[in-house]
Every structure is written in structure tokens, then in C-alpha cells.
């Protein structure tokens, strides 16, 4: 390859045709013959006919440059000018491509493989032979394939079929597949070209160093500006949602734009935040309705393109709706005495409490609705209640003294008159322990807590299906906590997704 500067030639051999331009200069400036006049008698009548369209003596000398400029671009164009083609590879060995097809790497991919596929021309131009090494591990969870050495029309196929993995790399995977490798098949040292998404990473240097025996090593990564951020997982605080970007570098002032996307594509909220000077992290606190927040589906920073920049949630970060009925309407001047205070303390951190009359708590979507022992039901509100678990949705009670006298019938079993007290003639000799969760309960799983006693219970009637409704027991085998699922035509089967079944569970009131 002949080279002019940044101008070089892959066929300088057809640049010898310009030895001819002379000649053709002297063909095209060549004067032709002088006319030569004969004696007509008949002339005048012959000037009428004759064309007014007279041809110069020779030809200008526009268009003899215009033709000279013609025939030098035809041969320019056919020895295949490249214009600031890369420099020419060190040694005379094969060329060797290590490329870090992580999940940073997406950010600028395009350039990245527009850069893969110049190298591989230029070995191309050179005659030589490409070993390509990619470092995120293979989608395939068997043995990486091995090594081998491509012409540079495969090496070609193969840059241009190279995608980034939405994981992290693994140079020490990369490093293993370097060393299976048979470098005696390689006689002579050539050039290696890392390209790196510059990010550092335990085992970087030890991998560089593996490729030195192949030649030398040129490592291309990218501009702090064009690396890749990350975006940590939210934090949940009560209604708002806490946001940290992190940038891989601490210069200037950076905004960036984050898009909260719900199940079906669409675009819930659009906010920015912004990097300051000498800070790598970019805080943000989300706030969305929480009937927006609960289609929340996953937070990407726009126009970043990687794994690493998108979080996807689940119903960790989702507030569902609970109702307390409360037909009181007022704050107790006693509240270490309302049944409410402590509810809505203990589910504040984790859901949207709601407080109000049925009626009002029932206009609105609601995951749950909690009924205490003291609040009960006013005329009409049972209809509207069982209409509500008909159409998938939960309802709690806690049972108490006012319940075990005069149940309402939105129970899972049937009660006993009167409640099971400590020194009554029901009662225990000390107060209870909770038993053991069964494998059939949706308690599974949870330890018992050992502090926790019970010295009042409402009982439930002994029946054929008490078992299959119970959920928690006590020590001695008594009910504790039981439930009802629904089973009509069209209703789920039972499972731990609260919004989508009808059941009415009762608890006990423990002191």
C-alpha cells in the first residue's frame, strides 16, 4: 500500500498510468489540416445551404484540462484511494482483537464494531490472519469455544455478528481461552488491539499481560464522558422513591433524564437529575401517585442504552392500598387505645393506608380492607362488602369481644358464643404459644415468635372443613387465624397475590 500523506493507495501500481497524461496532452492539442479552397462558380448558392456551425482550429484549452482531470480521476478511483487509513500494523504476525462485549460496551457499540471492522481491513491489506477473543462470557453455560486463527472475510462475518452481553465480562475466562490456545501455530509477532469499555476491573493487568507474548498490545477504550453509568436500586421511604445514579468520572456538571416505564411500555414520569462538579453520584426522590406507582414496571436512564442503566421492580417497591374503616371519623384523645393507631403504624412503612367510612374507602381501588372488632357494620354496608370480594378483593377482621356476641356472617367458620379467656372456665392454665406453621398454610416459612402469648381468643365451631381453613393455631391445636377463599365459577384458585382472590380472614385479639 502506497501512501501520499493521509492519502494512500491499496493499488498504487495502476498510479503508473499518469506517465501517459503528456501524450495525451499532445493528441488533444494536435492541429488539424488547413482547409483547402477550390473555385465554385455556383458559390452564392452553396453559402445558403451550408451549416452557420463552425469548428475551432483547435481544441481549448478548458476542455483539454476537463478531459486530463476526467482520465486522472478514473485512474485514482481505480487503484482504491483511502483517505487517513489506519497506520500500518507492527509486526508480521496475525492480528489479535480482545474486545470487552460487556454490558458497558452497549453505550457506543456501533463505533465500537465500526472500529473492529477498520482493523480488520487493514489486516486484510496486509495479508494477515486475525485471532478474535471476545471476554464476556458465552450465553452458553458449556465450554467456550476455541481459539482460532480467521481469514479476514470470516473475521469480518464475525465483528459484524459480535452483540453486546447484558452482563458483566470475565477476564479470567478470557485469559483461560488465551492460554488453551496453540501459540506455536503463530511464527511471527504481530499487533494487539484491546478494546476496552474503561471500566476498571480486578484482573485487567494480569490479562494484558497474557497478550504480550502476541505482539504488541495498543489498548483503544473509551472517553470518561462516553462511559457507562449505573443506576442502583431504589430505595422505598413511605411515598418516595430514592434514586441513585452513578457516573464513571467526577468531571463537570452532567443531566441526565430518568424515565419510569409501567407493564405495558408507557411512559409514567420523565424527571431529571443532575451530576455536580466533583461528584460521582446523582440523587433523585420519585414521587408518583400510587395507582401509577403500583404499574411502576422499571426506571432506565434515557438515551444510555445498557444494562447496567435500567432497574427493573417488582412488588417490593409497590404501595398497595389499605383500607381501615373507621366510622368514627375522629382522632381518639387515647390513641395508645385505638384499635386503628396500631394498625396504621405497623402498615404506614410498607403500604398507602387509608382511613374512612366504607363507603368512602370502597370508591377507590383497594388491595386490602381491615375491619377491627370495634368497628363493625352499619345498615346496607354488608351488601357492598361482599359485592367487593366477589369481584377479587380481600377483606381482614380482627375478632374481639363485640364480634364473638354478635357475629355478622362475613366469616370464613361459625363462632363460639362468648370468648375463651385466661381463668375462665375455657382457659388456659398459662398463656399460649403459636404453634408451628403447616406447609399448607401461607405462614410457611416464617419463624414464630417466641414473645408473643395469647391470653384471649374468640374460638371457632368445631366442622368438617375447619382444618382446610385454618392458617395459624396455637400450642394446644386451636384455631388462630382462618380464612376463606371463594369458589365460584370463574374465580382463582388460591395463591399469595393478594388483588386477584375474595377471602375474609379473622384474627384474634392477643394481649
Excluded at 171 to 195: P, T, W, Y
Excluded at 404 to 410: H, I, V
Excluded at 432 to 448: H, I, M, T, Y
Aim: net charge positive.
Amino acid at each position: 500500500m502506497f501512501a501520499l500523506g493521509p492519502l494512500s493507495f491499496v493499488a498504487p501500481w495502476l498510479l503508473t498510468a499518469l506517465i501517459g497524461l503528456p501524450a495525451l496532452w499532445w493528441l488533444l492539442r494536435v492541429t488539424p489540416p488547413a482547409p483547402v479552397q477550390v473555385v465554385f462558380p455556383p458559390i452564392r448558392i452553396l453559402m445558403r445551404i451550408l451549416s452557420r456551425e463552425e469548428s475551432a482550429a483547435r481544441s481549448p484549452l478548458w476542455l483539454i484540462l476537463l478531459r486530463l482531470a476526467m482520465i486522472i480521476a478514473i485512474i485514482l478511483g481505480a487503484s482504491h484511494p483511502l483517505w487517513n487509513a489506519t497506520a500500518s500494523l507492527e509486526g508480521r504476525g496475525p492480528l489479535v482483537l480482545a474486545v470487552n462485549d460487556g454490558w458497558a460496551s452497549s453505550v457506543d457499540w456501533p463505533a465500537r464494531q465500526a472500529r473492529l471492522v477498520s482493523l480488520v481491513e487493514q489486516a486484510g491489506r496486509e495479508n494477515r490472519k486475525v485471532l478474535l477473543l471476545t471476554t464476556a462470557q458465552p450465553e452458553t453455560q458449556g465450554k467456550p469455544a476455541p481459539l482460532q486463527l480467521l481469514l479476514p472475510a470470516d473475521a469480518r462475518k464475525a465483528v459484524a455478528g459480535l452483540q453486546p452481553k447484558p452482563w458483566q465480562v470475565d477476564l479470567k475466562i478470557a485469559q483461560q481461552r488465551l492460554e488453551a490456545f496453540d501459540r506455536a501455530s503463530i511464527e511471527n509477532l504481530g499487533h494487539v488491539f484491546v478494546l476496552s469499555d474503561g471500566l476498571a476491573r480486578p484482573g485487567m493487568a494480569a490479562f494484558l499481560e497474557s497478550l504480550r507474548p502476541y505482539g504488541r498490545v495498543t489498548v483503544v477504550t473509551d472517553s470518561l464522558t462516553q462511559r457507562a453509568m449505573i443506576l442502583r436500586q431504589p430505595l422505598a421511604k413511605g411515598d418516595v422513591l430514592a434514586v441513585e445514579a452513578v457516573r464513571p468520572h467526577e468531571q463537570g456538571t452532567d443531566m441526565r433524564w430518568l424515565r419510569a416505564v409501567g407493564e405495558d411500555g408507557r411512559l409514567l414520569a420523565r424527571e431529571s437529575f443532575v451530576f455536580s462538579p466533583s461528584k460521582r453520584i446523582a440523587a433523585l426522590d420519585l414521587k408518583l401517585p400510587t395507582e401509577l406507582r403500583n404499574k411502576l414496571s422499571r426506571l432506565e436512564i434515557e438515551g444510555h442504552g445498557t444494562a447496567g442503566s435500567v432497574v427493573l421492580l417488582d412488588e417490593r417497591w409497590r404501595r398497595r392500598p389499605v383500607g381501615l374503616i373507621d366510622h368514627a371519623g375522629i382522632i381518639s384523645k387515647q390513641p395508645l387505645l385505638n384499635e386503628l393507631y396500631y394498625l396504621e403504624r405497623a402498615l404506614s412503612p410498607f403500604t398507602e393506608v387509608r382511613k374512612g367510612t366504607m363507603s368512602a374507602l370502597l370508591e377507590r381501588e383497594l388491595a386490602v380492607l381491615i375491619l377491627t372488632d370495634s368497628g363493625g357494620l352499619q345498615a346496607g354496608e354488608k351488601e357492598k362488602v361482599e359485592k367487593w370480594i366477589e369481584r377479587g378483593g380481600i377483606m381482614v377482621r380482627f375478632a374481639g369481644p363485640q364480634l364473638a356476641e354478635k357475629p355478622d356472617g362475613l366469616l370464613p367458620v361459625k363462632l363460639r358464643v362468648g370468648d375463651r379467656v385466661l381463668g375462665g372456665t375455657m382457659s388456659w392454665s398459662k398463656p399460649a404459644k403459636l404453634k408451628e406453621f403447616d406447609d399448607k398454610s401461607p405462614f410457611f416459612g416464617l419463624d414464630v415468635p417466641s414473645d408473643v402469648l395469647v391470653k384471649r381468643q374468640v374460638l371457632a365451631q368445631p366442622s368438617l372443613d375447619l382444618d382446610k381453613k385454618t392458617w395459624a393455631r396455637l400450642s394446644d391445636g386451636t384455631p388462630l387465624v382462618t380464612a376463606e377463599i371463594a369458589d365460584k365459577a370463574g374465580w382463582f384458585s388460591f395463591t399469595p397475590r393478594p388483588i386477584t382472590h375474595g377471602r375474609i380472614c379473622r384474627f384474634p385479639v392477643c394481649s
